[in-house]
């Protein structure tokens, strides 16, 4: 029922930006929390930031606080991610995800039922 799509990821050196969006062809998207992943080679997904049904509420990993910023526009059913003061760390395969959660944000892995195919981001020193 639920598909979601990346786009935006790519090649940028440290200290740049990009911003990656995700698309989404739900009806209930405003419905539930969403989130971003990622996954570097040879590690475990991990969590990025999510934010709420309608905005108010976002919550980011340590490594990226202060540098990313999730938002959403339920009118386009699209939530973004804003990357600033990228580092070689931050390489990764970037997920979009549907959580689960109709109050608050959602943190974990297991709160998440849909998920985007997901969008290289590279970070060059």
């Known amino acids: 029922q639920v598909q979601l799509v990346e786009s935006g990821g790519g090649l940028v050196q440290a200290g740049g930006s990009l911003r990656l969006s995700c698309a989404a062809s739900g009806r209930t998207f405003s419905t539930y929390a969403m989130g971003w992943f990622r996954q570097a080679p040879g590690k475990e997904r991990e969590f990025v930031a999510t934010?709420?049904?309608?905005?108010?509420?976002?919550y980011y990993a340590d490594s990226v606080k202060g540098r990313f910023t999730i938002s959403r526009d339920n009118a386009k059913n699209t939530v973004s991610l804003q990357m600033n003061s990228l580092k070689p760390e931050d390489t990764a395969v970037y997920y979009c995800?549907?959580?689960?959660?109709?109050?608050?944000?959602?943190?974990?892995?297991?709160?998440?039922?849909?998920w985007g195919q997901g969008t290289q981001v590279t970070v060059s020193s």
């Open positions: 995800a549907q959580s689960r959660v109709v109050a608050g944000t959602a943190r974990e892995s297991y709160e998440y039922n849909y």
């Open positions: 934010i709420s049904r309608s905005g108010g509420m976002t």
